[in-house]
């Protein structure tokens, strides 16, 4: 599917099949769960990250089937085009967003998802402990829905942030590397 029909489907999907949640509620409840986050491990950021990871591949594994109900898009022929779903599509329809896809390796398994705007981190300022900057990936959940809903339609793959504006960064950038195919895997029988 090419970049601008995967846009356009966003578009669409986002203003006839997406129920509204008010942005600044999503915002501030996000920031209430990573503050309490941020105090249950008393500050151990990088706790913090993985838990945050977490949480996203949990919803991930779910978001993925409400995702294919409101799109019914073909399979992707390759993962350059999953990747303009991704930002076109899958982000569009739950976020309101569309970060720009760059930055491919000439093997054309790994690429950069960059945001000109995130809605997690509007109103946010990190703790400023001196170790916040450098250890806390604020937005750490959206790498671990990118896991979870690949993983769901047979794609491994690693996300994490490689820079952020709320760390003092000109633009935030998730990097996003294909590591295998899944293949279907038959339970084994209990003979």
Request: negative net charge.
């Amino acid at each position: 599917m090419s970049a601008t029909k995967a846009a356009r489907m966003g578009e669409e999907v986002w203003k006839t099949r997406i129920d509204k949640v008010n942005a600044e509620l999503v915002t501030l409840t996000y920031g209430s769960i990573v503050a309490q986050l941020c105090k249950d491990y008393e500050g151990d950021y990088l706790e913090v990250n993985k838990q945050l990871d977490k949480m996203g591949y949990n919803i991930g594994l779910r978001l993925i089937e409400d995702y294919l109900a409101k799109t019914a898009p073909q399979r992707c022929a390759n993962f350059r085009e999953t990747a303009e779903m991704i930002a076109r599509v899958g982000f569009k329809i739950f976020l309101n967003i569309t970060p720009t896809v760059a930055n491919w390796t000439s093997d054309n398994k790994q690429f950069s998802l960059v945001f000109e705007e995130n809605p997690l981190g509007d109103f946010v300022e990190l703790p400023d402990d001196g170790r916040a900057q450098n250890e806390l990936w604020y937005s750490n959940l959206l790498c671990g829905v990118l896991r979870g809903a690949l993983e769901m339609v047979q794609m491994q793959v690693d996300a994490h942030f490689v820079s952020d504006v709320l760390r003092g960064n000109e633009t935030t950038e998730m990097r996003v590397s294909l590591v295998r195919y899944i293949d279907d895997e038959l339970p084994q029988s209990e003979d």
